[in-house]
Structures are given as structure tokens and as C-alpha cells.
């Protein structure tokens, strides 16, 4: 897979800060198009100390991960966009899991994974395009579900001012002669919330399904 320049450069600095600044693998900034020897070459590492350049990352940003608001921060315009699309949708699929619990997972977290994240990315893509720059390097995303019957999956808000732009729910239907199903949906800020915007459904069984996070 071929990283964009500026991710292999926050791999550089990653790396180089959870060592202290003694190594940096200086290799990931060479053009893809370069190949690198057969022959293994000690000097693609080199041996510098970097503490004094890094200190706002090693003060600021987890030594655990180069998370998105890592990210946010380094990312170059052109790549802003799609950067938080990208993050938003690998979320939106490990939190929808953790949402449902190992049970409802292993039967339809396929499913949810296949049909409806990609129906929130497209979703989340269409509100943040028209987003300036300082606003988009603000979105944060929820990280905590709501359990028992709550519909929360995540909401996408602006750090820089607490508020939410969009709200991503599932709620639970059981029409008359008929089983269970997943009604998953969003809100949007443009409306106060008011509206339900579906994204897609998906079927359960004729029994009650578990609780969230169960």
C-alpha cells in the first residue's frame, strides 16, 4: 500500500519519539519509486537526536498511537478531507461492534460492516466536504456507545466549540407480525436534529435481541 509523504513522515516522528529521539527510520521518506537495496544497509537508520524538534508531540500526542487528531494537526490541505473521511469510517465500524456486543455482532456485524458503514462514510463525506479547513482539523468523533436501549453510536462534533454536527443512531423496530429489525439512521445539526435520515436496516430475528454492549 502506498502511504502519502506526510503520513511516512509522522511514522518517522512517531517512531522517533517512543525511542527518545535515537532512531529514525529515515528509509520511509525515500520515493516510493526507489527501491531499497537487497542488500540490508545499516544507514537507513540513523542514529540522531531528535527531542528537542519533537517536544510538542512528545507533550501533546499519545506515545501509544498517531491518532486523527494527530493527524489533523500535520495533514496537508489536499489530503485534510480525506483523511477524516478514511478515520471516520474505520470508526464507525469498530464502534458499531463494541455497540453491539459480541452476541449481535457475530450475527450481523458482517453485514453492518459491508451495507451500512459505507452509507455513514458517504454520509459523514457529503456534510464535511463543505467544511473549511480549521473546522474539519476540529472534528472529533465519540468513542463511547450507548449501552442497555440506548441508539447512540457516535456523534461527529467540533472540539473547538462542543457542538455536535452529526448524530449516528440505531434504534430497534418490531413492526406487527414481523421480527426485529435495525433501523440505523443520523441526525444532522442543519435541522436542529429534528429529522431522521435513514441509512439502513438490517434484520435481526423474531426474538428480542440482547441489550447494547451485552
Not at 493527524?71 to 464502534?95: C, D, H, M, R, W
Not at 459491508?114 to 473546522?135: C, F, G, M, N, Y
Not at 435513514?198 to 447494547?212: A, F, L, Q, R
Amino acid at each position: 500500500m502506498k502511504f502519502p509523504l506526510w503520513m511516512r513522515k509522522l511514522f518517522v516522528a512517531f517512531v522517533a519519539v517512543i525511542t527518545l529521539g535515537t532512531v529514525v527510520p529515515t528509509g520511509y521518506l525515500a520515493d516510493d519509486k526507489t527501491k531499497p537495496s537487497e542488500n540490508y544497509q545499516d544507514d537507513s537508520f540513523l542514529l540522531v537526536d531528535t527531542r528537542d524538534e519533537l517536544t510538542d508531540l512528545n507533550d501533546n500526542e499519545s506515545q501509544d498511537e498517531l491518532d486523527w487528531p494527530s493527524l489533523a494537526k500535520y495533514a496537508p490541505s489536499s489530503e485534510l478531507l480525506t483523511g477524516f473521511v478514511n478515520y471516520a469510517s474505520v470508526q464507525s465500524e469498530e464502534i458499531g461492534l463494541v455497540k453491539f456486543g459480541e452476541t449481535i455482532s457475530n450475527r450481523v456485524g458482517n453485514e453492518y460492516t459491508d451495507t451500512i458503514v459505507p452509507k455513514i462514510t458517504e454520509a459523514i463525506e457529503s456534510s464535511v466536504k463543505l467544511l473549511d479547513e480549521e473546522t474539519i482539523r476540529s472534528l472529533r468523533l465519540t468513542d463511547k456507545p450507548s449501552s442497555g436501549y440506548g441508539e447512540r453510536i457516535m456523534h461527529v462534533y467540533n472540539e473547538e466549540t462542543g457542538e455536535d454536527l452529526l448524530r449516528f443512531h440505531v434504534r430497534r423496530d418490531h413492526p406487527p407480525q414481523d421480527g426485529y429489525w435495525f433501523n440505523f439512521h443520523y441526525h444532522d445539526a442543519s435541522d436542529d436534529f429534528e429529522e431522521h435520515y435513514e441509512v439502513g436496516k438490517i434484520y435481526w430475528d423474531k426474538n428480542t435481541p440482547p441489550k447494547w454492549l451485552s
